[in-house]
């Protein structure tokens, strides 16, 4: 039997983190979960990426957690990845690792790194990530990654605490020699429920700081991309040439399906719905059961709307982290709407 | 015929050794610096002596799609590309962090994902050679209706083993051709 082609999948090898971000986006550090059991395990990630492996034909592993470099044997397993002739990416906050693992897993042939720099201001960086000395920290892994020679993305999570001085932390980005960027707006998930008064943008500031980024992008000469997918009538791609922006696809194997360590296999790195276990379903089934047929409605929000094909609603696992169905439009229609009323009501008085 | 079985014997031998060395690990619990290190080392020589896919991805939050190549085309309203063919049939964008030397296109139809046209992307200035470059294709003559055209970074012939780098609808217009339903 042949197998399903997957372009990508992302694998959280461990949920377990250093760092205590205010955006985290985890599901499991939602305010809600207070039974989730914490993983990490090198012999399990390896079953679960035989398994994998066996039912898919993977093209690219993207390599996430948690903190990735916190799970058991983890250059390890990416060697296993890379063996099994996946090109591979890693995700990491950059201030976990060592020299000597990165020259490892650099000459096994991982193409690239993504790390967070949300500011040039150290203390904006730590007061995000909610480690005082990671701005330091992620610094000095780029330094040693550039030595290396590999791709580095710079991700910046665009929240109120860093959105006023965004050109100046694209210029700074671009200083270290790093070239490509990935804007991601404040996405409503996991720990970033508790803190979305603190961190969500109004329509204007979000608008405000992506022309900026927009333009300095241009100027510059800097790849910017916008990879959370955001409503088009939030954002739209057409007002910010400099920005290339990325929305979910209506095909779910060109979705980035999401592994964890014990086999639940959801839509994407953002949904907390678990689609099915690679263990115990087919993974044809998985691909075609009832929850994973709901991403193909259309929310009663956008009924109308011309351009729904290209934008699907914005990102609607944020939906399904607020409770609600993945039928839904992206919350941030919401949150907007509300700071716009309230807005108008300070007005008036 | 004689360099590839010494590179063969090269590799079977190898592999060998990393097997003895994944014992070792194994024997050690994994906790041996000595032996992970060895380990990584052989398992690295091994993937430089193999030929290894470079695959392809589609973007995900918080990841990017591939380590390279956007594509940026100049026309696009509403996200999406508006061909009149009574007007013009050139589409005219750029590729920026380029690292491919070849690049093409695929006209498909939307509902059934069916890929109905293919042909090469060429460079403004005849070569794909530059990190930004920019790029003209020739949208053909074929029915009104609404598309997607999708990029590849390899050439025509070989798509069908790579996944597109990036896709847009496509709605034609003003054909010689009849209208198509999709």
């Known amino acids: 039997m042949s197998k399903i082609k997957l372009p990508l999948v992302a694998f959280e090898i461990t949920s377990i983190c250093n760092l205590r971000c205010r955006y985290c986006y985890n599901y499991w550090n939602a305010p809600t979960i207070n039974t989730f059991l914490h993983f ?11 398994k994998l492996f066996s039912v898919a034909d993977v093209g690219h592993m993207t390599f996430t957690g948690g903190e990735p470099f916190m799970a058991e044997r983890f250059v390890e397993t990416v060697l296993y990845a890379r063996m099994k002739k996946k090109s591979v990416t890693i995700i990491t906050n950059g201030t976990r690792s060592n020299e000597n693992s990165y020259r490892q897993l650099v000459e096994i ?34 330094r040693i990654l550039s ?25 700074f980005i671009k200083q270290l020699g790093i070239t490509r960027i990935m804007l991601n707006r404040f996405n409503i998930g996991g720990r970033g429920i508790d803190n979305n008064e603190e961190l969500q943008l109004s329509e204007e500031e979000l608008q405000t700081a992506f022309k900026s980024a927009s333009e300095t992008a241009l100027q510059q000469k800097i790849t910017v991309s916008s990879n959370v997918c955001t409503p088009i009538c939030i954002l739209n791609p057409n007002d910010y040439r400099g920005i290339s922006f990325t929305f979910c696809s209506a095909d779910v194997k060109n979705r980035p399906l999401t592994l964890e360590l014990n086999g639940n296999l959801r839509f994407c790195n953002h949904s907390p719905v678990v689609l099915g276990n690679i263990f115990t379903d087919k993974l044809e089934l998985i691909l075609n059961n009832d929850k994973t047929k709901l991403w193909e409605g259309i929310p009663e929000y956008c009924v109308d709307c011309q351009v729904f094909e290209r934008c699907r609603g914005g990102c609607r696992a944020a939906s399904e ?29 | 015929m004689k360099k590839e079985f010494y590179l063969s014997f090269f590799v079977f031998g190898l592999t060998i050794l990393f097997s003895g060395i994944c014992v070792a690990v194994y024997l050690s619990k994994g906790k041996s610096a000595f ?54 049939n050139k589409v005219t964008g750029t590729i920026s962090e380029r690292i491919s030397n070849e690049f093409s296109f695929a006209l498909g139809n939307i509902s059934s994902d069916t890929i109905f046209y293919q042909s090469d992307i060429f460079a403004t200035d005849g070569e794909f050679d530059e990190i930004t470059e920019t790029f003209a294709l020739t949208i053909p003559e074929t029915k009104n209706g609404d598309f997607i055209l999708r990029f590849y970074n390899t050439n025509q012939n070989l798509q069908a083993d790579h996944y597109p780098i990036a896709e847009i609808p496509i709605k034609i217009v003003h054909s010689r051709i009849a209208d198509v339903q999709n």
């Not at chain 1, 690239?112 to 150290?122: A, C, V």
């Not at chain 2, 030929?51 to 696009?76: A, F, K, Q």
């Open chain 1, 40 to 50: 990490n395990s090198y012999k399990q990630s390896i079953k679960t990426l035989k």
């Open chain 1, 109 to 142: 042939g991982v193409q690239m790194f993504e790390l967070p720099i949300h500011s040039y201001l150290s203390d904006v960086h730590d007061r995000m990530t909610n480690l005082n000395g990671s701005h330091g920290k992620v610094l000095e892994t780029i």
């Open chain 1, 147 to 171: 030595q290396l020679d590999v791709h580095i993305v710079a991700v910046v999570v665009l929240t109120k605490i860093n959105a006023n001085h965004i050109a100046d932390t694209l210029l």
């Open chain 1, 321 to 349: 982290q607020m409770n609600l169905s993945a039928k839904t439009v992206d919350p941030i229609i919401h949150f907007l709407k509300i700071q716009r009323e309230a807005q108008q009501t300070n007005f008036k008085q």
């Open chain 2, 35 to 88: 032996w992970i290190s060895k380990k990584m080392k052989i398992g690295a020589l091994i993937l430089s002596f193999t030929v290894l896919s470079s695959g392809g991805c589609t973007p995900m939050c918080y990841d990017s799609s591939e380590p390279t190549e956007y594509i940026n085309l100049d026309s696009i309203e509403n996200n999406t590309l508006n061909i009149d063919l009574s007007t013009n």
